[in-house]
């Protein structure tokens, strides 16, 4: 009587492909170290909806300011960090946390109204939750599609998020990679000190840029 199990044959495995590491599926981070404090670059990790306001936020301040002001609007919230409680104050009282000293960005009016739109949008579609934005997609696509039409966030900004989102949470639709950023951002930052090499990376391609014009 042949067994009910036997081991695979050795011409079987070695037909076996090991998986990829990319394939593997990513242990979910404690922190996500974009900032110098590493009270906020927990929040990033545990709380989506501060990793969204992080990168909403992330533009004409550094990448550092933006990442942490979530974390100080979390403490001026009374410590609760959620779309549908913002979402449900009067504008008047999220424009005044946001100018509140120190401000919460270099333009904290046009900032706070972002993030109020970014709060109601998520409350009217996704039941107030960051993260039913990337939850079930199936596709690179798709999850493009609906960053795209969060407020504040155009193509770039939204391909960076998708980027952070499968190099930083294992968040690894299909295709992601293509649509994805296809440059340096907060989406390679897996140490604080990788902020200063992307930002002279940055500063370079400026320069190379400026250096085209005038040559031409």
């Not at 939850?135 to 900004?157: H, I, M, T």
Request: hydrophobic share 45%; proline share 8%.
């Amino acid at each position: 009587m042949s067994p009910l199990w036997a081991p695979p044959s050795r011409a079987h495995l070695s037909s076996v492909q090991p998986e990829k590491p990319e394939d593997l599926p990513m242990p979910a981070p404690n922190a996500l170290h974009f900032t110098p404090d590493p009270s906020a670059n927990e929040l990033l990790a545990e709380n989506p909806l501060a990793l969204l306001l992080g990168m909403l936020l992330d533009q004409q301040v550094t990448m550092e300011a933006a990442f942490r002001a979530p974390y100080v609007l979390r403490e001026r919230l009374g410590g609760r960090l959620d779309a549908a409680t913002i979402a449900a104050m009067p504008f008047d009282e999220v424009d005044a946390i946001f100018r509140e000293r120190p401000a919460l960005h270099r333009f904290p009016g046009s900032m706070a109204k972002r993030a109020y739109a970014v709060c109601q949008y998520l409350v009217e579609h996704y039941d107030g939750r960051a993260e039913a934005l990337w939850e079930g997609v199936s596709s690179g696509d798709e999850l493009l599609r609906r960053l795209r039409e969060l407020p504040g966030f155009g193509a770039d900004k939204a391909r960076i998020f998708v980027g952070l989102l499968g190099k930083r949470l294992g968040v690894r639709p299909d295709g992601w990679e293509t649509v994805a950023a296809d440059w340096a951002s907060i989406a390679d930052v897996d140490s604080y000190e990788r902020i200063g090499e992307i930002r002279e990376q940055k500063r370079a391609v400026k320069a190379a840029k400026k250096a085209s014009k005038k040559a031409g």
